[in-house]
């Protein structure tokens, strides 16, 4: 099973403010939907609360939501209670590829733990305010394999580029 990783991150890091997205991006959330469906995603308990409600949990996919505390209930989604028992969820369904989609602790524990095959970033082009980062890459572990741009647009404030990249090693 692929373990992959799948976030939007200005030039700065900023990946969230106040809980949500510092942008809005329709065809990122577009690139988004098509790349995770049919997969599990594995998301943390306060990145699965910022999803709005009328959204959760994301359809077509089986969703796994990392929480500490027992009692939580993500109606229409698994609770466990570590990222490596979702992880372990995925791999006994034979899921071919795994998705973490967020937030930031979350993907600062699978980087840290090198869990994580490939990259899907949508590296937006401006450096903006937020309170939530990306974990700094080492360059030296990850290979671009793909990269697309997007200028921006009526509907799009910013560019921004889907880049791929695959693990070193």
């Not at 790349?35 to 594995?42: A, L, P, S, Y």
């Not at 979350?106 to 994580?116: G, K, N, P």
């Amino acid at each position: 099973m692929i373990v992959s990783a799948i976030a939007a991150v200005a030039e700065n890091g900023v990946i969230g403010r106040n809980g949500d997205l510092p942008w809005h991006l329709p065809d990122d959330l577009k690139y988004f939907q098509r790349i995770t469906k049919g997969h599990h995603v594995i998301t943390g308990r306060k990145n699965y609360e910022s999803i709005p409600p009328k959204y959760r949990p994301l359809k077509d996919r089986v969703n796994i939501v990392v929480s500490r505390n027992a009692a939580y209930e993500a109606p229409g989604a698994l609770v466990v209670d570590a990222l490596a028992a979702g992880l372990e969820i995925a791999q006994r369904a034979n899921e071919t590829e795994a998705f973490i989609i967020g937030g930031g602790q979350i993907y600062r524990e699978a980087l840290t733990m090198r869990l994580v095959d490939r990259l899907y970033l949508t590296i937006v082009h401006s450096a903006v305010e937020g309170d939530t980062h990306f974990p700094p890459l080492d360059p030296g572990e990850w290979r671009e394999v793909d990269r697309t741009r997007h200028e921006a647009d009526d509907r799009h404030a910013f560019a921004f580029s889907f880049v791929v990249m695959d693990r070193i090693g």
